[in-house]
């Protein structure tokens, strides 16, 4: 038990646990832009990935604040107020997370 391999099982399974939620929230912010973009154009969605493991960004496309409603030409310089893609992903991956993480704990406990 003290010789390290919880710690290294423990430290293993955080960060295939981050991974996992990041690739979880790509798939569901993917689906809420076909819910919520009337003409789908492919450029945004290819460029939407998760970096460092842990973090999904679109790469910064120059129109996802646009889209996101957070920039300088949203609402009230036009009557455009932004999706609520990124706010309906963080809130359905929120209500995910424990149920992802406790399976994925089933296959580390063993290791510890």
């Known amino acids: ?8 099982a423990a430290n293993a399974y955080v960060d295939r646990l981050e991974r996992n939620l990041a690739e979880e929230g790509r798939t569901i912010l993917l689906g809420e832009l076909d819910r919520v973009l009337k ?21 910064r496309v120059v129109y996802g604040p646009w889209l996101a409603g957070i920039g ?10 932004g999706y609520d893609h990124w706010l309906v992903t963080r809130d359905k ?12 704990l089933r296959r580390y406990t063993g290791r510890m």
């Open 72 to 81: 300088s030409r949203n609402y009230p310089v036009t009557k455009f107020k």
């Open 1 to 8: 038990m003290f010789d390290g391999r919880a710690r290294a």
């Open 39 to 59: 003409t789908q154009t492919p450029y945004y969605a290819t460029r939407i990935e998760v970096v460092d493991g842990n973090k999904i960004w679109d790469s």
């Open 93 to 104: 991956l929120n209500a995910r997370k424990r149920g992802i993480g406790e399976r994925l």
